[in-house]
């Protein structure tokens, strides 16, 4: 299962609903203990997907690679990934999954009319066919 | 011996190393030590065919391997891999 602590999730919050009606993305820091996560930073990344972003995100693998430094440098654990969905459901939809990495935890953040909604965490596949939802909590759930 | 950087998520496949030291003149020669040594890596950066998967990135130091010459790049005992994903994503579906 995976908390998220009370600064970074109201940082993702903050984000989500700063760029809403597009959509966000960030990387999650924090530490892995067994099938224990905890986040404790969240990293606001840009979101660089070419054309409307009000349904699409795509991350700059430089910026992964800065995301895993800062990791190290802090001496966390690079947990995962975090986005927005604006005006629908988070669900793991056919686009995060075709688009995903099995290695990490994804965190999907409801923004309906700006305002935050709800959030689930997902584990995909490596062969990208299923996701897997992750028991997530946050101060306020 | 060139540094290879291993993601959090892998670690459990390279006996909990953070970072490992393997030879190799070239980056391909690099990632097959790496998984030679830590079999179960394998599967989780290459395909069936044995190709890496579309979703992970190696790169040099700083620079993208697509842009040096992908799996030929030439590597020394001075430089770092780093193995990083490829994410995108959105609600949109298709």
């Given at each position: 299962?995976?908390?998220?602590?009370?600064?970074?999730?109201?940082?993702?919050?903050?984000?989500?609903?700063?760029?809403?009606?597009?959509?966000?993305?960030?990387?999650?820091?924090?530490?892995?203990?067994?099938?224990?996560?905890?986040?404790?930073v969240a990293m606001v990344l840009d979101n660089v997907s070419q054309g409307s972003q009000a349904a699409r995100y795509e991350l700059r693998p430089e910026d992964l690679l800065k995301a895993?430094?800062?990791?190290?440098?802090?001496?966390?654990?690079?947990?995962?990934?975090?986005?927005?969905?604006?005006?629908?459901?988070?669900?793991?939809?056919?686009?995060?999954?075709?688009?995903s990495c099995p290695w990490?935890?994804?965190?999907?953040?409801?923004?309906?009319?700006?305002?935050?909604?709800?959030?689930?965490?997902?584990?995909?596949?490596?062969?990208?066919?299923?996701?897997?939802?992750?028991?997530?909590?946050?101060?306020?759930? | 011996m060139a540094r290879i950087l291993i993601p959090t998520p892998l670690r459990q496949f390279a006996e909990k190393n953070d970072n490992v030291e393997v030879a190799g003149a070239t980056v391909g020669e690099v990632l097959t030590a790496l998984t030679t040594r830590?079999?179960?890596?394998?599967k989780n950066l290459y395909n069936d065919e044995g190709k890496l998967r579309s979703f992970v990135n190696v790169y040099l130091?700083?620079?993208?391997?697509?842009?040096?010459?992908?799996?030929?790049?030439?590597?020394?005992?001075?430089?770092?891999?780093s193995i990083v994903p490829s994410i995108a994503g959105g609600a949109h579906v298709g």
């Open positions: 299962m995976m908390h998220i602590e009370r600064g970074p999730w109201r940082e993702m919050v903050n984000h989500a609903q700063a760029v809403y009606p597009n959509e966000c993305c960030g990387a999650m820091l924090g530490r892995i203990d067994g099938d224990n996560k905890t986040v404790s895993d430094r800062e990791a190290r440098a802090r001496g966390l654990d690079m947990i995962g990934i975090y986005h927005s969905h604006p005006d629908c459901d988070a669900y793991f939809s056919e686009t995060d999954l075709k688009n990490y935890s994804f965190v999907v953040m409801s923004v309906q009319k700006g305002t935050f909604n709800h959030a689930n965490s997902w584990l995909p596949n490596a062969e990208q066919t299923h996701a897997e939802k992750e028991e997530l909590t946050w101060p306020e759930s | 830590f079999p179960d890596l394998k130091n700083d620079e993208d391997i697509r842009y040096t010459g992908k799996e030929a790049t030439a590597v020394t005992d001075a430089d770092t891999l």
